[in-house]
């Protein structure tokens, strides 16, 4: 694994540039955000993302996504993906549109913050001989880490530890084109994610969802 990293470090290095240079103008947007203010303003949220193994039904199945100890830059691009449309989900785009940019600052500096104060180890556990393959192939640790849970940029996603099922749908949404309810308008993420078939992607998901991760899902107080 280690001969493949060294090999593939060109390429990480231009992916990472220029992913950077994309995403710049994102980095500020929870940069002002107000926990407590974020913490009330949760209220729509924990109906889904306050229950531990809730399920998305629509327009497929599976676990919503642990967003509590998540990057709040991401968080927050996220939102306004939603928002704007760039992401396809009718339940975030009807959540997300009515968000003030103060609102989705301070959504996503609660989030960041109620997530599990211990950190992901710096070195994950060993992946397989294919799946190291296909990771090295997308050049994933380049922007998400070499742990996935420290991303080169804040408004990347932390992946270690999340849900397997929510990572194959999501990988899988960036290929998925002329859908009104899926799919997700990213250029760099969908070159990545089209290099591999479903069940690569899926393989993908799966060792991530193993690694010790800095994200829960953490039960409000209506809830608990």
Not at 64 to 86: F, R, T
Not at 101 to 111: G, H, K, V, W
């Amino acid at each position: 694994m280690k001969q493949l990293l060294i090999k593939m470090l060109p390429r990480f290095v231009a992916m990472a540039t220029l992913g950077a240079v994309l995403t710049a103008s994102q980095t500020s947007f929870a940069a002002d955000g107000d926990v407590k203010a974020g913490q009330s303003k949760a209220a729509m949220c924990i109906g889904c993302h306050g229950i531990v193994g809730y399920q998305n039904v629509f327009p497929e199945v599976y676990k919503v996504p642990k967003i509590s100890g998540q990057s709040a830059n991401y968080i927050a691009s996220a939102l306004n993906a939603y928002k704007k449309g760039d992401r396809k989900h009718p339940t975030m785009r009807g959540m997300a549109g009515p968000l003030s940019e103060q609102d989705i600052a301070d959504l996503s500096a609660f989030y960041a913050a109620s997530g599990t104060l211990e950190a992901a180890p710096e070195t994950p556990a060993a992946a397989t001989e294919v799946v190291a393959a296909l990771i090295n192939k997308g050049g994933c640790v380049a922007c998400h880490g070499a742990n996935f849970s420290k991303p080169l940029d804040p408004s990347y996603p932390k992946l270690a530890g999340q849900h397997a099922d929510y990572l194959y749908a999501a990988l899988r949404s960036y290929n998925t084109q002329g859908n009104a309810v899926m799919g997700r308008n990213n250029a760099i993420m969908s070159g990545v994610t089209g290099q591999y078939s479903n069940a690569e992607l899926k393989a993908i998901a799966g060792y991530l969802a193993s690694l010790k991760g800095e994200m829960s899902t953490e039960p409000q107080s209506r809830f608990r």
